[in-house]
């Protein structure tokens, strides 16, 4: 069983910070990617961040700038540090991760529960 555990969720004022963490524990033999989706009421579910295990960052346009996301690999964790917080940034934030059980088995997609971010005055 693989689990991803989100926290840091919260309300924050428009121009705020936050910072949100996700541990991944179980049967895991390798992480390939780690990132962070986010989905907003009546809208889909859209990549924020991702951070594969090259290390190279990829982000959504309209966050560039403003996130930061980084990885520990020691502990299977992943980050997103988001400042200059906008209303337009309310939304369920989830984590997700790529990776295998075992030696040689195929890539799974794997995600959290969610963490609700809400930004407002």
């Known amino acids: 069983q693989v689990q991803l555990v989100e926290s840091g969720g919260g309300l924050v004022q428009p121009g705020g910070s936050l910072t949100l963490s996700c541990a991944a524990s179980?049967?895991?033999?390798?992480?390939?990617?780690m990132g962070w989706y986010r989905q907003a009421p009546g809208k889909q579910r859209e990549l924020v961040a991702n951070?594969?295990?090259?290390?190279?960052?990829n982000y959504a346009d309209s966050v560039k700038g403003r996130f930061t996301i980084s990885r520990d690999n020691a502990k299977n964790m992943v980050y997103l540090q988001m400042n200059g917080l906008k209303p337009e940034d309310t939304a369920v934030y989830y984590c997700?991760?790529?990776?295998?059980?075992?030696?040689?088995?195929?890539?799974?997609?794997?995600w959290g529960q969610g963490t609700q971010v809400t930004v407002s005055s």
């Open positions: 997700n991760a790529a990776l295998r059980v075992l030696r040689g088995s195929p890539l799974g997609i794997y």
């Open positions: 179980g049967s895991i033999f390798t992480i390939n990617a």
């Open positions: 951070i594969p295990n090259t290390g190279n960052t």
